[in-house]
């Protein structure tokens, strides 16, 4: 698929005119070319953009909530709790992960973007930590500073494979071994056992 057809932008375009449970397929672009297993839909290219989305985040939501039927939509809203966070789709979501260094500084600037989740969403929506990298906290300190809140994973600190994902590095043989990737898999592994858990107990 060509690029100026996929991203967030034209989903929202395509999706106030057709409510199609495919549509979200028509505008990602396959990571694995045609094993299609990792798909992205690409973000804004340009902020200016952002304003277009104003009105869409609830139709925007439906479209990723249909999806979730057959297969497992992971959003990266960026930082949580500037005026630009979308909290129509994390209302949306089955659980809400931030991502913590665990330093006195990240835990601390953790906490009033975690409390001002807290009151948008409200307690239809789990909420968890990952730690990334390394500090001087255990995942007990952690989740005791943060409410309590389950770490459910620890990914290493991996700048050469990161650049990969961030930057287009060429990616080594091993990188599909590498310390980000493996941490990110135990990650997902702990999302979906958590949100099972949770779906059984309510």
Known sequence: MDEHESGLLELAL????????????????????????????????????????????????GVFTAAQDTADVVLDVGQIGRSDTPMTLLAACDLVVMLVRPTLRHV?????????????????????????????????????????????????????SAAVLSDGDRAKKSFRRSALIRGTSRLGAAMRAHVAREAVAS
Do not use: M
């Open 108 to 160: 601390a600037h953790a906490r009033p973007r975690l409390d001002a989740l807290g009151r948008q969403v409200g307690e239809d929506v789990q909420v968890g930590l990952c730690a990334v990298g390394d500090g001087p906290y255990s995942a007990k300190e952690i989740s005791e500073a943060l409410f309590e809140l389950p770490v459910l994973a620890w990914i290493p600190h991996d700048p050469r």
């Open 14 to 61: 395509a999706a106030a005119h057709d409510i199609d449970p495919d549509l979200l397929w028509r505008h990602v672009v396959a990571l694995d070319h045609d094993a299609r297993n990792w798909l992205l839909l690409p973000g804004l290219r340009d902020p200016r953009h952002l304003v277009q989305l104003d009105g869409a985040w609830d139709t925007i939501a």
